[in-house]
């Protein structure tokens, strides 16, 4: 089925989740979960998968076996393209995003070394430049001070701090967001991120989705 927007349900499933996040609750509303914000979202990644790159749709269930927090489940749904895009939903909203999540101690090397060299340095810098002029957003983990060895002066310390850099942009619950308009909103902000996306796959390597 073609995807028609996500209801109000979808947004008050997960109010109602971050009031009582419980096997209880789940287990009441677990249908809702199912029409509302589960098949919706396979429907929304089922037209962006054609230019966008095959969608895995993250599981609901937390995992708790090393966390202090024992909430069994996650207060958003969300996914990943393999090139690298982003998407969620939960009780706030939407939001799209798109580049360097997670990566391993080798990939934060090698982006070390591709924004350190002046050529490709200078082209994330311009990347993530006009993503800012854009207005989109740009955040990750960063170190506080900066990576051994790197000179106080180093023209790309900023970029050089990060240990993840990703580009997003939210959107506040809504009524457009009951309609098809999702789709043309979530590609439009996947299009503008696709320089850091490609950037990232090129110098880094794409997203694993087995880790």
Do not use: C
Not at 93 to 121: C, I, K, N, W
């Amino acid at each position: 089925m073609a995807f028609t927007g996500f209801t109000d349900e979808a947004f008050a499933f997960y109010e109602g989740l971050l009031a009582d996040n419980s096997k209880s609750y789940w287990t009441a509303h677990k249908e809702t979960y199912e029409l509302h914000v589960r098949e919706p979202m396979n429907e929304l990644f089922a037209e962006l998968e054609p230019e966008f790159g095959t969608v895995k749709l993250f599981r609901p269930y937390r995992d708790v076996r090393f966390s202090k927090d024992k909430s069994p489940y996650k207060t958003q749904q969300g996914g990943h393209t393999s090139q690298g895009f982003y998407f969620h939903l939960d009780a706030d909203g939407l939001f799209a995003a798109g580049g360097m999540y997670a990566p391993t101690p080798e990939q934060l090397r090698q982006y070390r070394s591709a924004v350190d060299a002046d050529h490709t340095g200078k082209e994330l810098q311009a990347i993530v430049d006009t993503l800012r002029s854009a207005g989109l957003q740009v955040d990750g983990d960063r170190l506080k001070t900066r990576p051994r060895g790197t000179p106080e002066d180093h023209p790309r310390l900023e970029l050089l701090r990060h240990r993840s850099l990703y580009a997003h942009e939210g959107w506040p619950t809504d009524p457009w967001m009951n309609t098809p308009e999702v789709v043309d909103r979530v590609r439009e902000t996947w299009r503008n991120l696709r320089p850091l996306v490609e950037w990232g796959n090129q110098h880094i390597g794409a997203p694993d989705f087995t880790r």
